[in-house]
């Protein structure tokens, strides 16, 4: 899991399935703090004045006839991080969440993990909606504008989808969706608005790659030729496409490594969209030495993307799009009868699917990841009963030993360190002012992981070094339980994710407990720590061997605790008694769970020998990294806790009694 | 299941998600029996020919100007079971399948329950396509119709959602869908067609219904009123639904009880589209005795739908229709901005929650049809070894007991009644000519229910009076299992089905065995005996208290047996160790299973305490009513067959051992 991950929802309802929107969030808050009734109203210190900002965005709506504007928080490649010069919505509401803005009225809609942090950011302009969706913000147009009322949006806001669901919720309802090309916050914002960024795009080594860029456009344009419908040219929308596609990466966006553009592959042409200044000799070498006509990356501006698009459509051609990560802007631009929609791009599929030497690097990247986080554990373990580490501290040194790993570049998402009641907000992240000091008598949330030119990481282990109650213990084992009996679950190739997701929450379902996210992610090869359409969502593609998913059941106790064991895995081929083609998880990530949490009555005997086969593995992978590096004291530690667990059984109490009562019969004593 | 639940995958894909879907059908059929080169071609006595009523379609598809013409095996309102005047596709095709026409060829799709048969019945003038949905069938005339060509359809043959599967496939490939009024079938069938049905319409006793009518009405119309967009009316297509709302029931169609009709149900008036020489004068009076304006059911002409809606759709009006439902037909007439639309109607919505009287009708009907099917289960037992019994004969004995019980209305789909290797055809149905001999040495499979005026009933065993081998009992335990996994799963409420599912699957995962249909259906009281929205499909809805829906694990081994259990279950609130809100099944058929068949080593002491409970209920539930009737070599039959079953536990050896060692080690013995 990762922060963003969730912060995605309202905006990528389709594509994410809102991982809270399997129960509903539940009120943590209370009453807002602010109080806009008052006059002066009584606002926090940490509120942001938006009463300007918002007058001035009204002028511009009136010039536009509109009587409300949508304000996405995304950007126009659906990215899940966004750039500053993107926080279109940050800045005018002050906070994060999906916003509408009327000529009365202002609101955004997000979900719980933000009511706080929204109280504390909004003035009084804002009303705050506890819920996330397109039907809630329709519901709320409906009752505040007048039949007849021009809804307006900026089409590279609005993905195909989402502007789908718009379209859909209006039907019937007489008020009208508005593409108004020219970003009226953009008018607003004006000169306060932060710069493009401009680093320079670098080319992949080799080493890190797991083909070469022709090898990847080759294989796309055969997929065109095999395509039905023959289309001439595929566009790629999403930044993590164009970045696959050519082993190029950047620094644009947080996290992740990607650099602002569009591709236009067509069965003859490679047209980049990008800041052609961004690209050294070496790189533009690297797109065009000793190369021919087709097979040569012709670099167009960014900015030329539109009208390039709508120049090519004019032709006798026809454009593969996927309809999750295209903007409706690029859309409405291409004549229907020249689109071919697919709900993904075939990059996105292809990439999908690991090949054998970027399966080898991903699991490399994961061993090294697991040294740092066991480092960081064994360094815990001795500081926190010292009282001298908190929250945020604690996260920089995770983020520090990470860093100090070899190919690092920086963490992969925002390190979620969480101690106590902090770790129910489940995508709570500290700050150098905000944050809780870790103590022997609460349980530690971390959810961390790392850009590596090999791989992507992202690993949550949840731990406990004084006594925690039976609940918190029952509660971690049945989180545990799911986890194992999701990883090791054997289902048919081409199951959908979705369809056995249930299985990492059956243990705790069982006793009336339930998390309100979703069980796991793809993720990329030093690309996005969140990389769908893999995973367990509604939305996501089928499992095929040779993918990565992560896998993360969890549990919130509000007010006390979270507890969330996050592992990523691999999908293998699985040996079934009776020949077929089914699949099951091999789990890449390598730092074992915390003993102290376990109660070990609740595991059977199968989860007992999948865990201690997974410790064996562990020792294997991890061990000699840790002796190699000199990593005594973390060596140690793991060969502590990846000590074979053993058996207790209260559980099978049932057949204890039946075996010893027999045992006794057999040897002719009486009971 | 039912043989026809199946049969509605090609044109519903979308609604029931095709069974057959989740993995590829496998070919059981090998060569086509049917050899098209020679000349004449050799073809088995049974194939009609077709080769007249093509030419007379063809001579209607010129007139059009149409390159294409399908002919979905549907009718006017998406019923799973259609009349025989609506049987063109059977008629044209010679067989039952998704037929599409062009000028030089015909073609039939269907998956492999359908292979035999196709070859069977279809003459030479038609291509057998082995798969099932839209994309098949739009690959295929991209490949046998030229650029430009059109491709028409009756537009009330075609749903919204199936319009638009096609609608959406077809972009881009400049073919053209092409809505043509008049069924071009029907005109070449001509006086050959059979005659619509003519037989009274008659209400239910009051004894047998849920609620009123007027109740039913008032409780639509609050919807309408509650709903954002404050629909003037509700549209209602299916014929389940205005049977449902109306308190009505007819014969019209084989297996379900309704009759040819619309309603438009507007906030000031209730238009029921319906044949009114088919009213009595006291249905007519039960309808409108001493009623008030808003309250009074004005009966208008079947044929007079279509006008009367585009008549309405002139006003200020909005009309709330459900797109599964509801035929392209009535779609187009509509104005888009006049439309309110939803995957189901709210009538389906409220149907698919039965009332407590609904749910005590219901299960009255299980106990009674338990009666059956028992009465059957010891009559197979004793004439089974004398060698009289085929398929066919024993499906006419278990649907005249049937037919003995109170409220009896014959059976609620036809019977499936395999031996030995017809099982593993899944939906295999006996004729009087084309049956096999029941024998101890095979498996046979009985799939069948009962419409009762209380209920709608529908159960499957699998038994062996023999000598089973092996693998068919581990087989056997393995569905057994998935049917317990599921029936006692605890989760949380309005979960969807398609979530969980897989606790079906997983026994028979573990092995590398699979089935390849969906896991269950609604079902009604006196309906359908598939009722969707119900079910474990991807398309149906979150489960809630008070639904009912089948819950039907399988196994098949082509060529040798086939074997499913299923049971219908109510959805019933969960206690859970701690609070929430949390659903599981409460299991309402009453028969027990073949203990011949189970092999108990492969049960967990959780599987035995659920077995025996279950077991203990049925005694409950049949056994005095069998008393009651005087059945009692019957009832000395339940009793057997529902003595607890005892644990064997060489599954648990890692336990046993641990535990008889630690006994004999306290014993101080050494080992």
């Not at 928080?73 to 800045?91: K, V």
């Not at 344009?221 to 596609?245: D, F, G, I, N």
């Not at 929250?391 to 920089?396: I, Q, T």
Request: aromatic share 12%.
């Amino acid at each position: 899991m990762a922060r963003a991950h969730w912060g995605c929802c309202p905006w990528l309802v389709l594509l994410c399935a809102c991982a809270w929107g399997h129960t509903k969030p539940v009120d943590l808050g209370g009453q807002d703090v602010r109080n806009c009734s008052t006059n002066p109203p009584y606002l926090p210190v940490t509120v942001v004045n938006t009463t300007m900002s918002l007058t001035a965005l009204r002028q511009q709506m009136q010039t536009q006839n509109l009587s409300a504007y949508i304000i996405p928080g995304t950007d126009a490649h659906m990215n899940e991080y966004i750039g500053q010069h993107d926080e279109r919505r940050a800045w005018i509401t002050g906070f994060t969440g999906s916003a509408v803005v009327t000529m009365k009225k202002a609101a955004v809609w997000t979900d719980s993990r933000y009511w706080t942090q929204a109280e504390r950011q909004m003035d009084c302009n804002w009303e705050l909606h506890k819920e996330v969706g397109t039907t809630p913000i329709v519901t709320w147009l409906l009752t505040e504008i007048p039949a007849g009322g021009r809804v307006g949006f900026d089409p590279f806001l609005l993905s195909i989808d989402t502007w789908e669901s718009y379209d859909l919720a209006l039907q019937g309802s007489n008020r009208q969706l508005v593409s108004i090309t020219t970003n009226l916050v953009d008018l607003v914002w004006g000169s306060e608005r932060p710069p493009v960024p401009n680093q320079p795009i670098y080319a992949l080594q080799e080493a890190f790659t797991g083909s070469t860029w022709q090898e990847k456009v080759s294989g796309v344009r055969s997929q065109m030729q095999k395509h039905q419908k023959v289309p001439t040219a595929v566009l790629l929308s999403a930044l993590e496409e164009t970045a696959w596609l050519f082993n190029l990466r950047a620094s644009d966006i947080p996290y992740n490594p990607f650099f602002y553009s569009y591709t236009l592959l067509t069965d003859s042409s490679i047209r980049l969209f990008a800041n052609k200044s961004r690209f050294s000799s070496e790189t533009l070498s690297y797109l065009n030495s000793s190369c021919t006509g087709p097979m040569c990356v012709q670099i167009e501006d960014y900015s030329q993307v539109r009208d390039s698009i709508q120049a090519y459509s004019l032709g006798d051609v026809r454009i593969w799009i996927g309809t999750s990560y295209t903007m409706y802007g690029i859309y409405e631009m291409i004549p229907k009868e020249k689109l071919v929609t697919d709900t993904y791009s075939p990059v996105m599929m292809t990439k999908a699917v690991k090949n054998s030497k970027e399966q080898a690097l991903l699991k490399a990247s994961h061993v090294r990841d697991a040294v740092a986080v066991i480092r960081y554990l064994v360094w815990l373990e001795k500081n926190v009963p010292k009282g001298t580490v908190d929250e945020f501290s604690g996260a920089e040194i995770v983020d520090k030993f990470r860093g100090e790993e070899q190919f690092s570049s920086g963490p992969s998402f925002e390190t979620i360190s969480a101690s106590g009641l902090n770790a129910a907000l489940a995508h709570y992240s500290p700050t150098k002012e905000l944050n809780r000091k870790l103590s022997s008598d609460e349980m530690y949330l971390l959810d961390s992981g790392g850009q590596y030119w090999d791989g992507t990481t992202d690993i949550t282990r949840t731990v406990h070094w004084g006594t925690p109650s039976a609940f918190q213990k029952e509660a971690y084992t049945r989180v545990l339980i799911g986890n194992i009996d999701l990883s090791r679950l054997i289902f048919p190739a081409a199951t959908s994710g979705r369809m056995v997701e249930a299985f990492a929450r059956r243990a705790l379902w069982d006793a009336g407990l339930n998390y309100g996210h979703g069980t796991g992610h793809g993720i990329g090869n030093f690309l996005c720590v969140h990389e769908w359409p893999v995973g367990f969502q509604s939305n996501n593609i089928a499992m095929a061997k040779g993918m990565f998913t992560s896998i993360e059941p969890g549990y919130y106790k509000d007010g006390e605790f979270g507890i969330r064991l996050e592992d990523v895995a691999l999908v293998v081929e699985a040996k079934t008694k009776y020949p077929g083609s089914y699949l099951t998880f091999e789990v890449v990530s390598f730092v074992p769970y915390d003993r102290n949490l376990i109660d070990v009555s609740l595991l059977s005997p199968e989860h007992l020998q999948y865990l201690n086969r997974y410790y064996q593995t562990i020792r294997e992978k991890v061990g000699p990294e840790l002796q190699r590096r000199q990593l005594l004291e973390e060596f140690e530690w793991l060969q502590q806790h990846t000590e074979p667990l053993a058996a207790r059984a209260p559980d099978t109490a049932s057949w204890a009694s039946v075996l010893v009562v027999s045992t006794l019969a057999i040897l002719g004593w009486s009971v």
